[in-house]
């Protein structure tokens, strides 16, 4: 009986297919963002190259505050959690504001990148840090709604089957709808790709909002235990258990590694495609579009193939290390037909990782309502992000090293031999070691077996939490 109830699915496709509109928001905007904010003030405004990385960092210092309170602070329960829910308002507020921080990026002063380029750092670390707060205060919610809403294994892969596949769009479409609209050398081009990306946005999250109401029966529970509490766990003391969670330290190493991957891929294909293969900008959506091409097509074998083992640690190892082996032959590819190829291989295995990410994370946070007996999803959440997002730092870090290293000129057209193996060497070389190095600690800590993860549901049941 306890197996059969772990099985049950209580949602509609359609209420999982609005939720999984969160996703594609959230994948939607992050790919426009890692694709185009640095090279735009860099190689478009032209500022220098210490400062944008300057700005990055501090963005960074900012996220490792901003992640992981908002989760803390959003995860006790508010005058309006009765009547609207825990996570639904954070979530309609946060999507909002967020798709407008945007277009704030791609508007700067139009000013002389010399002159005044402390009104642009300034510009554009405000901005920044708008842009980071306000996706944190949806992310960590929606994510925090998933282990809530959808309480049983079965339930959690059908709804995560749709996500990737959503999802999976939102990705996509972050790469190659915006360059439809820029013209490389034009700055206004890319106000108007913002514009259009805002509006894409707005669609996607008025979408998502019916799929995204919290389930009254679980916002009742909440509310009836947290008053049973005598007493509050601190945000201190979540952040302290947290990390001595073996698994959970695992997962936010390779999750800050492979996000170090995909970010660092994305930010430099618009400069393979303006100084290695001297093409336009519509050339990139040719090559995002390969990258579509191979998460449709693969993106059903993984998420049957994890049904069917029922082991997420496999799959990940599995896809962790494809995506590894994949990124080697792009190293040495100069061609747009060699990217396209080599996109649809990475795009491949990259279905996989990506789809584990979300189910693994709830793993671990059973694991961890059955060791303290309380729920502090918003907390984790944060502190997935907070990683997840420093992957950005590290990416604008080791783009401004090796640009200063290889002799990259800010605003020009053309670059030197030695800064296009400069831009080859962040593309590829470096993404391809730090994810393996994430890998082989995630294989040496990660030990939530299916046979673990099963006795955790089966407690959380007992616990009625």
Avoid at 141 to 156: A, I, M, V
Avoid at 321 to 339: A, D, K, Q, R, S
Avoid at 397 to 403: E, G
Avoid at 451 to 462: A, C, M, P, V, Y
């Amino acid at each position: 009986m306890e197996n059969e109830e772990l099985e049950i699915i209580t949602h509609s496709k359609g209420t999982m297919a609005s939720f999984a509109f969160g996703t594609f928001l959230n994948e939607f905007l992050w790919m426009a963002f890692s694709a185009f904010a640095f090279f735009f003030y860099e190689a478009e405004v032209g500022l220098n190259i210490v400062l944008v990385g300057i700005a990055f960092v501090i963005y960074a210092v900012w996220n490792a505050v901003n992640d992981p309170l908002i989760g803390y602070l959003t995860n006790r329960p508010f005058k309006f959690t009765k009547r609207w829910g825990r996570r639904f308002p954070w979530i309609l507020i946060g999507g909002l504001l967020w798709t407008i921080s945007y277009f704030l990026l791609f508007a700067p002063p139009d000013i002389d990148p010399v002159a005044g380029e402390w009104i642009l750092f300034g510009w554009l670390l405000f901005a920044l840090c708008l842009f980071d707060t306000f996706c944190s205060l949806f992310w960590v919610n929606y994510t925090s709604l998933t282990p809530d809403k959808f309480r049983s294994p079965e339930e959690r892969r059908t709804s995560n089957g749709m996500n990737i596949v959503i999802g999976s769009l939102g990705t996509v479409s972050g790469a190659i709808v915006p360059p439809l609209f820029i013209i490389f050398g034009v700055k206004f081009s890319y106000i108007i790709s913002a514009g259009v990306v805002f509006l894409i946005a707005i669609i996607a999250l008025t979408i998502s909002l019916p799929g995204s109401r919290d389930e009254e029966e679980y916002v009742d529970r909440y509310l009836e235990n947290y008053e049973e509490q005598s007493e509050k766990t601190s945000f201190f003391k979540t952040l302290k258990t947290s990390m001595k969670q073996k698994n959970f330290v695992a997962y936010v190493i390779v999750l800050l590694t492979y996000q170090v991957m995909a970010r660092s891929m994305t930010a430099s294909i618009p400069y393979i495609a303006r100084y290695v293969l001297l093409v336009e900008a519509t050339a990139i959506t040719i090559i995002m579009g390969s990258l579509l091409l191979a998460l449709i097509i693969c993106t059903p074998f993984w998420v049957k193939y994890a049904q069917k083992s029922n082991n997420n640690r496999k799959v990940i190892l599995i896809t962790g290390f494809l995506l590894v082996i994949v990124t080697i032959p792009l190293i040495f590819v100069n061609t747009i037909e060699g990217f396209i190829i080599g996109m649809i291989l990475w795009g491949s295995a990259m279905g996989g990782f990506w789809a584990m990410q979300t189910i693994c994370l709830t793993d671990i946070i059973d694991e961890a309502v059955v060791d303290t007996g309380e729920r502090q999803e918003g907390t984790y959440n944060g502190i997935s992000m907070f990683f997840s997002r420093l992957a950005i730092a590290v990416q604008a870090v080791s783009f401004a090293i090796v640009h200063e290293l290889t002799g990259f000129v800010e605003g020009s057209d053309t670059q030197s031999t030695q800064a296009i193996i400069g831009i080859k060497i962040h593309f590829a070389v470096i993404p391809l070691f730090v994810l393996l190095i994430g890998m082989l600690i995630f294989y040496k800590l990660y030990d939530l077996t299916p046979e673990k993860t099963k006795e955790n549901q089966i407690k959380l049941k007992k616990m009625c939490i």
